[in-house]
């Protein structure tokens, strides 16, 4: 058996929920929010759905945190999204007040849970995770890489005329506009990004990965991303619950790994039941990993953000 937990039902944990379910990964789904029937309402008509492809899978939503006994994974996503105008880390002071409304109670539930933390500025809200919660740093992870990366995927393969499935490509770092694509490292049908697309090209695509949250926010006018969101939520989980052995980039506490420590940071990891089994570390040439550790420069300075809070 094996069931999923998502706090927070808005856009994003409904849609998470949505995929999760019609993906049939695990034997339940639960959704907790403040709001309780509009939360119970979702996770019917989400379980309704289960029968149009003849899915077991048991979807419960409400206010009441017992829902979320027995969760091998928490996913939180309770927060406030940015508005345009405004950037991931402006809306730290409110998201820490309830990520730590959250932890607390999830904590008395599932104390044995691996925690994937979704809501922004994402860095600064997973190291605040993992000190309220006092979980060991392994069990709580960030999602963030899986979803700049699908979207860097995504606008090679526009401009490739290739396949997602036939491209490997990955971004690190903080999940913010020094984010760091990873272009010597990209794979098109097995070539080098290079050899496929012209360096201006190539520029033009990472620039629109880094801006690609933005983009969306300005278009929706009101509230953030939530279709690619919940796909990359899945892809984290699915890595966490079936031990693969395919590096996945999350939001993981490092230890001295590219010469970042005591930081939550975007970085490739084994995941498996427990959470992060291994940070991997690439071979990044000199540019990449000063990119990349002053992306981890600026993570640090919100983390220490949090402390005047
Ligand atoms: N406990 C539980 N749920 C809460 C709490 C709380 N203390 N405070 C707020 N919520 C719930 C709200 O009731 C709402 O249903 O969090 C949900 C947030 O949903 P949306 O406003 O739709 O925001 P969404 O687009 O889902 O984004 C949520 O994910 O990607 C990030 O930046 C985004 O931080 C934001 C988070």
Redesign the pocket.
Known sequence: MSKISI???????ATAAYVLAMKDLVDEVAL????AKPTEGKALDIYEATGVFGLDVKVKGGDDYALIDGSDVVVI??????KAGQS?DD?LAI?AK?MK??VAKVKKHTPDAVLLI???PLDAMTYLAAKESGYDKKKVIGMAGTLDTTRYKTFISEKASVSPRKIDAMVLGGHGDLMVPLSRHAFVEGKPLSKVLDAETITAIEERTKHGGAEIVKLLGN????FA?GGAIYEVLHALLTDSDKPVPVSAWLTGQYGLQDIFLGVPCLLGKDGVEKVVELELADDELAALQHSGKSVKELTQELEKL
Do not use: E, K, Q
């Open positions: 706090i927070g039902a808005g856009f994003v944990g907790v929010d403040i709001l996503t309770a927060g406030v999204p940015r991931r809306v998201n309830i409304d959250v979704v809501s922004n509230g953030s991303a939530y969101v």
